[in-house]
């Protein structure tokens, strides 16, 4: 959903079949296909004129996330609101959400997200992404700036809004401008350029099987797949599948940085203008023409899970805990201590990861940050290790050092650090450490002999 501009012509490739799913009318959500369980699921059954559950769904409001990027990092020229005129249940069974054109000439329109973050392929298992979606029904110049979508963002992305593309983008249904095509994108990486060609992203395209995609309900579908090797990601309509992207293509760190977090988040919205549909018109929509009040229908969203351990996550959001711990409680020294859980600190910033929650950086000769009531038990520490990465400029390298229970004493290990690739090129460098025992304040202390920064530390972590 983010900004880009795909070619119509582009990619019309049919490849295998999935499970095979009607789109004839549902009276309820249908049952799991066959070898798969179901994880979460909304089939919109609210009486008419009523909002989505609250415990399921977040209504986006206005034209940003606070803080976030203007016009929603795509250029959309309408606001969202929370009003039944533009987002509610039609009490047959499907959530509607309606493009509206106001007295003075503006758009207003709906999106929702779900209230859970934690949608992810199993170890070893396949996650799948289901919804059975009518588009706007409305084609050629009545349709320029229509904008339908069916998406999902990784959980980093809620509340920083400044990580993306590397916390990854599945865009399951997308539609642009009335066409009788459903695209499918992958958005990773970084921006511009990057593994996934940002700001276009991974994408292919192909017709409606059977009817339109204005004309008619159909399946769309996306499968995680961590079962097979190289992982695979792959779109479906209508159980036929159309694209595929796989581990290989992507690469690291950027494979990883969009898999190794706590999951995803799913949306569904109609925008009006922006990149894609103003790309694909070749000029700027909506228009003088384009006609408001063609709703989008969904009849369900499901989430799937086959093989693997099973997900059985929690039913609601999983809570953010604090970032430091409570007064008198104790940090395991064996377990990652995340860097902005910090007690004291001079001279770092805290930032949005590309590998999830936040990391420390603007790190230079002379900053320090503090851990209180780090537990090292009976000893036997042979070394520590410490996630970080840096985009120091050549020649420019400093010491990652780990002091005890004051700044002003020796460190007790240490490694170097230059340049990793970037500021969020992320590796784990080990550094050997004298024995430790019981528990101790913890000082991770920065040393170079230039004053430029050199190191951003996401982690630290001491090992037997």
Known sequence: MRSRIIAVAAALVVGGASATFAVAAEAALPPPPAGWTQVWADDFTGAANTLPNGNNWIIDTGTSYPGGPANWGTGEIQTYTNSTANVSHDGAGNLRITPLR???GGWTSARIETQRTDFKAPAGGVLRIEGRIQMPNVTGAEAAGYWPAFWALGAPYRGNYQNWPAIGEFDVMENVNGINSVWGVLHCGVAPGGPCNEFNGIGASRACPGATCQSAFHTYSFEWDRSVTPNQLRWYVDGQQYHTVTQSQIGEPHWSNMTSHAGYFLLLNVAMGGAFPNGVAGAAT???????????????????SRGGGGTTPPTTPPTTPPTTPPPGGTRDAYAQIQAESFNAQSGVIVEGSSEGGQNIGAIRNGDWVQFDNVEFGSGGVRDFVARVASGAGAGVSGLVEVRIDNRANAPIGSFAIGNTGGWQSWRSVPGNVSNVSGRHTVFLTFTSGQPNDF????????RR
């Open 286 to 304: 909506p228009t003088a023409a384009t006609v408001p009040g063609r709703p989008m229908l969904v009849d369900y969203v499901a989430v799937y």
């Open 455 to 462: 190191v951003n530390v996401n982690w630290i972590q001491f």
């Open 102 to 104: 106001t007295a003075s």
